[in-house]
């Protein structure tokens, strides 16, 4: 009687590919993280200056506020009058106040003192700085009281 | 005589998939290390509460070094000046302003070296000036770039006048 041998093949499974994909997933999701993080609204031209140097230290605690024109694509203004942009949401200046008593209060009610706390102005370059000025003593007003401000601006290279 | 055949070629197979898998890898990690949007900075000015009819001393007891900004009819800049001397407009005006706000903090530090760093700026820029002369302005009073390109800060207490009305 004839027996045939019972030999098991063994196939090797390349594991190469699937760690590839898997590193490039980890790195997609890390990007798509990287720009939720990002608040910036790239909407706005910011001044520029050599000087505008990024904080040396992170702050923990801040309020950022996108001041600026509505613009097309192509820079420009469709509307004169100046808003605050939150997401998708326009606000005036007359109408920001409620918003910035809010963030203080917020601040307030997770215990973190408002001296700790940095206003991030991204007003547009061409807004007038009257304006800016209206929004700084606004929010160092008694019942609002942010103390710290950081004039956000795009580095310019030596130069130019 | 008898020659072997010596000449079969043998196909080796390369697996292209993991060389194909690290080529897309780099240009992932290429693209997360490039920067997409414009570097941005800031300017942290120190800005007191600022009332109408405010002192006009700093906490040293010195006068604030005023800067005007006076616009035209279309937010422009027409005059800059610093203590009260006009300093014309445009870039060349805040090349001055820097070196004018220089020669007075090194005048200030030779007369009293303690008191030069309660040495304030007030701005007083007009309402419907664009931000971007006064962001300049501030950036003339900070400081400027030294030639290996770090920054040499001048002044950190800037402060705005009251508010001029439109």
């Known amino acids: ?160 | 005589m008898k020659f072997r055949n010596r000449t079969t070629v043998s196909m080796i197979r390369l697996n292209m998939t993991p060389m194909i898998s690290i080529a897309f890898l780099l240009i992932i990690c290429f693209m997360y290390t490039f920067d997409v949007t414009e570097p941005e900075g800031d300017f942290e000015p120190n800005m007191p509460l600022v009332a109408a009819g405010a002192t006009a001393v700093t906490d040293a007891g010195l006068p604030p070094l005023k800067v005007r900004l006076v616009a035209d009819d279309g937010g422009e800049l027409s005059a800059l000046q610093f203590n009260g001397e006009n300093l014309g407009n445009g870039e060349q005006a805040f090349a001055r302003l820097n070196s004018e706000v220089f020669l007075a903090i090194s005048t200030q530090h030779a007369i009293g070296p303690d008191q030069q760093k309660d040495l304030e700026v007030e701005i007083e820029p007009d309402y419907n000036l664009q931000y971007r002369f006064i962001v300049n302005a501030i950036g003339a009073c900070s400081g400027r770039l030294g030639p290996n390109g770090v920054p040499v800060r001048y002044l950190s207490k800037i402060k705005f006048a009251p508010r001029r009305d439109q």
């Open chain 1, 1 to 160: 009687m004839k027996f045939r041998s019972t030999r098991v093949s063994q196939s090797e499974l390349d594991m190469t590919p699937m760690i590839s994909v898997l590193f490039q997933l980890i790195l997609l999701f890390m990007i798509i993280n990287w720009f939720k993080q990002s608040e910036a609204d790239e909407r706005r031209t910011l001044p520029r200056d050599q000087l505008a140097s990024p904080a040396l230290v992170h702050r923990k605690h801040s309020v950022q506020l996108n001041f600026g024109y509505r613009r097309d694509p192509d820079g420009t203004i469709l509307d004169q009058q100046p808003s605050f942009f939150f997401g998708n949401e326009q606000v005036t200046l007359d109408q920001v106040r409620p918003r910035l008593r809010m963030q203080a209060q917020y601040y307030e009610t997770i215990g973190t003192d408002l001296d700790d706390v940095t206003v991030e102005i991204r007003a547009d370059a061409e807004i007038p700085g009257g304006m800016v000025q209206e929004l700084i003593q606004m929010c160092q007003e008694p019942e609002i009281a942010f103390q710290r401000f950081a004039l956000k601006a795009t580095e310019m290279p030596a130069g130019l």
